[in-house]
């Protein structure tokens, strides 16, 4: 504690976050209920936040299931519109969401919290984006990519459209140096032999914050 209280800088404010590390290739299945009761909240503020990219008809799902497991059954009164009008369901608001989720949130009657929260796990684990933290980069030819890493490997995006696909098992090695950051292929996955593919971003701390995210993950899910 006191080689933590040596490195405070009075005055300034401190933000603690508690958030999901790996995201389970199928949630709905976790048998912890606090467990996916995590991971639901964790993905609802991926959702609002816009880190989980999600259609206007996609959001009204998930907010309709949100208002399920929060609100219960849809019911005409003023408390239920207050309420939907009160919370935030995706990153932009706006009346025509709010009806589509009122509209949906009729086909939920019935189900159990629990159960609507399973149903938005599911739903958000097939969103293009789910369980992966994007790192911005530049490749060889100097263009912005996104480097992602997700249960599955590495995955390369330009313009947020995936141009690469690196699987745990095709990669023999992963390293940075200053600030570039590599990916050791096994023969086969780009080219005949072994390669390797490097990235550069800001500085010594991007690379080394990249390589500690996929090796984790590597760890983890392999």
């Known amino acids: ?21 790996f995201y389970p290739t199928v949630p709905s299945s976790l048998n912890d209920d606090h467990a996916r009761y995590n991971l639901f909240l964790q993905l609802r503020n991926d959702v609002c ?34 309420y939907l009008r ?6 932009q608001m706006s009346d025509q969401l709010i009806e589509m989720i009122a509209q949906k949130h009729k086909e939920h ?25 994007v790192f911005n980069a530049k490749d060889s030819k100097n263009a912005p990519v996104g480097i992602g890493i997700c249960a599955h ?12 696909r690196f699987p745990w ?7 940075y140096r200053k600030n570039q950051f590599a990916i050791k292929l096994k023969a086969g996955e780009i080219d005949k032999k072994e390669a390797t593919v490097t990235y550069k971003v800001a500085d010594y701390h991007a690379a080394k914050r990249i390589w500690k995210c996929a090796v984790e993950h590597h760890t983890f899910f392999r």
């Not at 206007?56 to 497991?69: D, F, I, K, N, W």
């Not at 009160?86 to 990153?91: G, Q, V």
């Not at 609507?116 to 097939?126: G, S």
């Not at 098992?169 to 390293?175: A, D, L, T």
């Open 109 to 133: 009657k019935g189900l159990t919290p629990s159960e609507a929260e399973n149903l938005y796990l599911d739903t958000c684990k097939q969103q293009t984006m789910y369980g992966i933290f």
């Open 169 to 175: 098992q095709g990669i023999n090695k992963i390293s």
């Open 49 to 82: 936040t816009g880190r989980l990219p999600a259609t206007l008809e996609t959001h009204a799902t998930l907010g309709s299931l949100v208002a399920q497991a929060e609100f219960g059954d849809a019911k005409p009164t003023p408390e239920y519109e207050q």
């Open 1 to 21: 504690m006191i080689w933590v209280s040596n490195l405070l800088l009075p005055g300034l404010p401190w933000e603690f976050c508690y958030e999901v590390k």
């Open 86 to 91: 009160s919370t935030k369901f995706a990153p």
């Open 153 to 164: 490997g590495i995955y390369i995006y330009k313009d947020q459209i995936r141009v690469n």
